[in-house]
């Protein structure tokens, strides 16, 4: 009976490994940092059991025309180590623009610059957290005051197949009244 479960996990993880490298090759041009193709440790990667999770933050105010930078912070609850790489998919509210340069290097923003993407290695350990820092600039037309609401941060791997549901989070940019 072990063999058995062995077989079925083993089949369950190659299956999700294949649909994972056929997702990425089919990947839009920017999704990649340089626009090249996804690169070989991915498909040396292996399927984990592993629950990413969004945690919630929101960036300092900043005043109008000015800079803040937004923290997308995951965290892995586990039970296993994440075996294959991750992205996170930062959207911004319309007001804000992302500035680069973004952290870690991998961030680039889409073409009309209202997503930053940015891909994570495999290793996540259990009870860790990874961190892209997002420097955005905020519209120079702005009231003092104005909170800007429909940012989200996402967080999508294979590893995260049974624990979607804490895989997004919300977050508001603020126009503080200092310039």
């Not at 995951?74 to 039970?79: L, M």
């Not at 994570?120 to 909170?147: C, E, K, M, W």
Request: contains cysteine; neutral net charge; proline residues 9%.
């Amino acid at each position: 009976m072990t063999h058995a479960r062995s077989d079925s996990g083993l089949l369950r993880r190659s299956l999700a490994l294949a649909c994972t490298a056929a997702a990425l090759i089919g990947a839009p041009a920017w999704a990649a940092p340089d626009g090249s193709k996804p690169h070989r440790e991915t498909a040396r990667a292996w399927v984990s059991d592993s629950d990413l999770e969004v945690v919630r933050l929101d960036p300092d105010p900043a005043a109008a025309g000015g800079t803040t930078t937004l923290h997308a912070f995951i965290s892995n609850q586990g039970p296993e180590t994440t075996g294959s790489p991750f992205t996170v998919v930062v959207t911004l509210p319309r007001g804000v623009t992302p500035e680069g340069p973004y952290f870690p290097t991998s961030c680039a923003p889409g073409p009309l610059k209202r997503q930053v993407r940015c891909v994570f290695p495999a290793g996540l350990n259990v009870y860790q957290s990874a961190t892209a820092l997002i420097p955005i600039r905020l519209d120079t037309h702005l009231s003092p005051g104005t909170v800007f609401t429909g940012g989200s941060v996402t967080v999508r791997s294979i590893d995260d197949l049974h624990h979607r549901g804490n895989n997004q989070n919300s977050f508001n940019v603020q126009v503080s009244h200092h310039s």
